[in-house]
């Protein structure tokens, strides 16, 4: 079955740095474009990243744009999430998906990893 697992979260000072990974299975992954989501409690979920079934194309939402950077490995399954210079203001829980399941309207999300940034 399609599953989502992330992980890499954690507790990190303004300023620092943290790289998220998410393992994916139970679909043709190479065919599918893949986005970062992340949810603060009381908050809509939010596309914070996009990339492209082959890797070469990605958007970012205005928040993160020059601060994160989002990468696939469609040997390995995977995609990650480097997110610099953090804020305060990222701190969720980010999750991965196929934007495309979120279209078919299909629930499949991951438990996702926390990220918590702090001093």
């Known amino acids: 079955q399609v599953q989502f697992v992330e992980s890499g979260g954690g507790l990190v000072q303004p300023g620092g740095s943290l790289r998220l990974s998410c393992a994916a299975s139970?679909?043709?992954?190479?065919?599918?474009?893949m986005a970062w989501y992340r949810q603060d409690p009381g908050k809509e979920r939010e596309l914070v990243a996009h990339?492209?079934?082959?890797?070469?194309?990605?958007r970012y939402s205005d928040s993160v744009k020059g601060r994160f950077i989002i990468s696939r490995d469609n040997a390995q399954k995977r995609v990650y999430l480097q997110m610099n210079s953090l804020k305060s203001e990222d701190t969720a829980v980010y999750y991965c998906?196929?934007?495309?399941?979120?279209?078919?309207?299909?629930?499949?999300w991951g438990q996702g990893t926390q990220v918590t940034v702090s001093s």
């Open positions: 139970g679909f043709i992954f190479n065919n599918f474009d």
């Open positions: 990339i492209d079934t082959t890797g070469r194309r990605k």
């Open positions: 998906y196929a934007p495309q399941f979120k279209n078919w309207g299909k629930d499949l």
